[in-house]
């Protein structure tokens, strides 16, 4: 009797995980996947030593490389429970031909590699695409285009315009696409996922040096092309012309379960995306926690819906009844099933932003000003919140020491008296955010639960 990989039963362990049908798995290394310019991409192909033709394929594209935690927490769970898995490094990475360029190549690159699937003798007629983050984009760039063959996608913690919202020219977030960029940049390093974790205090030191130009040297060593190439380009630039995947959700008839967390970098994007598959007449699932883009919850949560709605779909079989949307509902901590999102029966609010401080229903009946004072060389520090960097503290956090500093304006209600559920998106209607019975200066609208 074999003994049982170390790998697997750490990973069960974990991510809370049922016994697997079999540890006993075969992976067949750097596949070579031809594109139609004649660049190869190179793929690792794991599946069940034994009865492992056939079996549904999950694809997994991205530039994370095949090995270490990529591998041990999307690939062997899946490849243990029902799959076989083709994980294939992006153009430019991981041994892959060509080179890498954020976003811009996974549309053709993803459509060539499922063609190169349906005609490997090993091919079992069904593909699901999985996988969170940029492995998330992939699935979309090609899901309004997929063959038949494709009969389900969860993408998890991404969407359709992935890192473009980083790039917006009144507001870079120097944090995400940086630290993203470093991240990318170390791919080809042993150890990279290591490197960069224990590089937090670097890479911070590199996001204050000036001119920014420099700050990939400070953190990497070298240059880096993605680094230079978000400094230089903004959202709108024609740079990332074919970089957004957005224009094609309305034809997405794939099936799909969207995995997504409050404190998530990308949740406004991936509730727009499951708004525009509704609208479109298709029944997307949605599944909200109270996650970052790092957290355990959101990979425990996508493994199960591929073992559960994927493999169902992939069979040709209905999946699990359950509410088409759950959200962790903070506050309450507890999930609710909803049929639709936003949520039926919460209306928007409109709320005024007064001079003295207080949040109000009620709009001021005098005019009024507030203003403060922000320095570059002592920045006003994220605390908490929707951050993606692994390292760096997400989520709730108690922010009375961020709220007293003289650089931050804070506005509060009245209090509610009784408990209430609020799903909420602050929209500002002014960016100058006026104060008077002209200018109403904020207005709620359903798009979140409130934490």
């Known amino acids: ?76 769970p899946l490849a243990e429970r029902g799959f076989q898995v ?18 811009r190549n996974e549309r053709l690159d993803g459509l060539d590699t499922v063609e190169w699937m349906c005609k490997q003798p090993w091919f079992g007629e069904s593909i699901v695409l999985y996988g969170p983050s940029y492995l998330g984009f992939t699935q979309w760039a090609i899901a309004d285009q997929a063959p038949a063959q494709v009969k389900a996608m969860i993408p998890a913690v991404t969407e359709t315009t992935l890192g473009l919202g ?31 974790l224990l590089g937090a205090r670097r890479r911070r030191r590199a996001e204050l040096t000036l001119p920014l130009s420099s700050a990939d040297q400070v953190a990497l060593g070298e240059r880096s092309q993605i680094v230079q190439d978000f400094l230089a380009h903004d959202s709108q630039s024609p740079h990332w012309s074919g970089a957004d995947a957005s224009e094609g959700v309305e034809d997405v008839e794939i099936p799909a379960s969207l995995v997504a967390g409050w404190f998530d970098v990308f949740l406004a994007g991936q509730l727009r995306d499951y708004a525009r598959l509704h609208a479109a007449g298709r029944r997307p699932r949605l599944t909200v926690g109270a996650w970052s883009h790092s957290s355990p919850g959101v990979m425990s949560t996508m ?24 959200v962790f509902v903070m506050g309450a901590e507890q999930w609710k099933d909803l049929s639709s999102w936003p949520p039926p029966g919460y209306a928007a609010r409109r709320l005024h932003l007064r001079s003295d401080g207080r949040l ?5 009946t005098t005019a009024g000003t507030d203003g403060y004072r922000y320095d570059p060389a002592d920045p006003t520090p994220a605390v908490g919140g929707t951050r993606m960097v692994p390292g760096r503290k997400a989520g709730r956090v108690d922010n009375t020491r961020l709220e007293a500093r003289p650089d931050v304006l804070t506005y509060t ?28 200066s904020a207005i709620l609208v359903p798009a979140r639960t409130d934490r």
Do not use: C, N
Not at 21 to 32: A, G, M, P, Q, W
Not at 360 to 364: G, L
Not at 413 to 440: F, K
């Open 166 to 196: 980083f790039l917006r020219e009144e507001a870079f977030s120097l944090e995400s696409a940086f630290g993203w960029g470093v991240l990318v940049g170390m791919q080809e390093r042993s150890w990279a996922t290591a490197r960069f």
């Open 1 to 76: 009797m074999r003994t049982p990989p170390l790998a697997s039963l750490l990973v069960q362990r974990m991510m809370k995980l049922p016994p697997p049908i079999t540890r006993d798995l075969v992976i067949e290394r750097d596949l070579r996947v031809p594109m139609r310019d004649g660049t190869v991409l190179l793929a690792d192909r794991w599946a069940p030593r034994a009865g492992g033709q056939g079996l549904p394929v999950a694809l997994l594209r991205g530039p994370y490389g095949r090995g270490g935690p990529v591998a041990m927490q999307l690939v062997r």
């Open 303 to 326: 493994l199960d819906e591929a073992l559960g709605f994927g493999l169902a779909h992939a069979h040709g079989t209905a999946p699990a009844d359950r509410t088409p949307v759950r």
């Open 86 to 103: 083709l994980l294939q490094s992006a153009r430019g990475s991981g041994g892959s031909g060509g080179e890498f360029v954020p976003l």
């Open 360 to 364: 109000t229903v009620e709009p001021p």
């Open 413 to 440: 209600s009245d209090p509610t008296g009784e408990p209430r559920h609020a799903a909420t998106r602050i929209h500002v209607a002014d960016q100058q955010v006026h104060h008077g019975p002209e200018h109403p």
